[in-house]
């Protein structure tokens, strides 16, 4: 949850882009249809592995450290 509000407010908070703009509904609804792609995904080693690929590299995909941290609780 914290990843998926990170990414929300990134794009709310952005100011150039060139297809979609932030800080409007528009560009959340973008970001919730893009996130709901992936809501049944698990990428957990123990699937990956069952999928048949065997080496897995973990790497972090954003800097969590550069965007807020929100609370457990709110949802």
Do not use: W
Request: charged letters at 20%.
């Amino acid at each position: 949850m914290n990843f998926f509000l990170n990414c929300i407010t990134r794009v709310q908070n952005r100011v150039d882009h060139p297809t979609l703009p932030g800080d409007g509904a528009k560009s959340l609804d973008v970001m919730i249809m893009f996130t709901n792609l992936f809501r049944n995904v698990s990428l957990s080693d123990e699937s990956l592995y069952d999928s048949g690929i065997d080496l897995i590299l973990h790497y972090p995909f954003i800097k969590e450290t550069e965007g807020k941290t929100f609370p457990p609780d709110i949802v």
